[in-house]
């Protein structure tokens, strides 16, 4: 127990010691990207109120100067643009790590402006697709890729690698295309654009409110809505995620398959199936549980490619969004968050380790610096 306290406090420290030098990293780019933007934008703001100044003739040139000034060092006060280089790093760092980052232009995902709610919004709305399609894919893979396993060399195995080299092979949105152009827009069974899926829930609550459905028809409604505009990007990511997540599964498994521990099963009589599901599974988890978390928050950040062909409303779409539209406060925020959550399952990670494998905390229990 003292070892897995110790391998658990050593990784905490590191995890803080990475996200702050990313922390550091994030802020200082965006703050050497960001000035001219918003200098450009308090000196438009800074003349547009100068000219209303001049239309009221009961100010003093003396009183319509000071409020100008006023109104401009306001303006970058709000901006982050009073202080040195560095006291500005330190402010963004500060509202990053709480997402207090104002609002954008626009409200290019939900209906509100604010920063920090588009990206609980399309973090969500990932989660919901991302983590949907992972678990199914996961499934099926590791189901496939044992009985591969299980059967070297059969016309499975074989099947099975084939579709590892052909899902590996085609890309997310050359599928994504094929899948919008026929099952869109020549049969018409899904839609094109994802992201009215919340046009389409707003006017369910509309009818509840108004009494023209009751609550199970609208929970039932509510389910297929969400399953009618998730099908396609879902389908696509499962087809060509599981080919890879039963070859890497089969590849795992093979290589335990010939261990002792195995053999020694084996020689005691222990049921085939036992054996491959209880031991082998066992031993060949920790990998597996790697590559599974590594998976889904890398999908979490970096799907801008597969959101942006089916206009999914998640992280990938909103960093497009805001590449396109230049909000620097938006891009620093999914950047952030998907760090942040990178580093949170990479420490979950080492503590699944630590229960899996007693040697991980052995070694850090018995580390000792040099």
Same mark, same amino acid.
């Given at each position: ?19 702050? &030098? ?63 280089? &560095? ?284």
């Amino acid at each position: 127990m003292a070892g897995l306290g110790r391998t658990l406090a050593i990784q905490a420290i590191n995890s803080l010691i990475i996200l702050f &030098v990313i922390l550091v990293i994030i802020s200082a780019m965006f703050v050497y990207l960001n000035q001219k933007q918003l200098e450009a934008v308090v000196i438009e703001a800074t003349q547009m109120f100068v000219r209303n100044l001049e239309r009221n003739p009961n100010l003093t040139p003396e009183q319509k100067e000071q409020l100008a000034k006023a109104f401009e060092y306001n303006m970058r006060v709000r901006f982050g643009l009073i202080g040195s280089p &560095v006291e500005r790093i330190f402010n963004l760092m500060t509202r990053l790590i709480t997402l207090d980052l104002g609002n954008a232009r626009n409200a290019y995902l939900g209906a509100s402006t604010s920063v920090k709610d588009q990206i609980v919004f399309a973090l969500k709305n990932t989660i919901i697709l991302f983590t949907t399609a992972t678990i199914i894919s996961t499934i099926i893979g590791i189901l496939l890729g044992m009985s591969a396993a299980r059967r070297a060399g059969s016309i499975l195995d074989k099947a099975v690698s084939f579709a590892a080299i052909l899902s590996s092979s085609i890309p997310f949105w050359w599928l994504g295309m094929l899948m919008l152009l026929a099952f869109s827009f020549k049969l018409g069974w899904f839609p094109y654009s994802a992201k009215d899926v919340y046009v389409a829930v707003a006017r369910l609550q509309a009818m509840l409110q108004a009494g023209q459905l009751d609550k199970l028809t609208y929970f039932l409604k509510y389910l297929y809505t969400w399953a009618y505009y998730m099908a396609l990007p879902l389908i696509t990511v499962v087809i060509l995620s599981i080919g890879s997540w039963a070859y890497v599964t089969r590849n795992i498994v093979l290589s335990k398959l010939t261990e002792d521990f195995v053999m020694t099963a084996r020689a005691k009589g222990v049921p085939e199936r036992k054996v491959l599901y209880g031991h082998v599974l066992r031993a060949a988890s920790p990998p597996i549980v790697t590559i599974i978390a590594l998976s889904l928050i890398s999908s979490l950040g970096g799907a801008i490619i597969t959101e942006t062909v089916f206009g999914w409303p998640g992280m990938g779409l909103l960093y497009w969004v805001s590449l396109l539209n230049g909000e620097a406060m938006l891009l620093a925020a999914n950047v952030y968050v998907t760090v942040l959550l990178f580093i949170i399952v990479v420490f979950a990670l080492n503590f699944i380790y630590a229960i899996l494998d007693p040697r991980v905390r052995t070694d850090a229990a018995t580390y000792t610096p040099r």
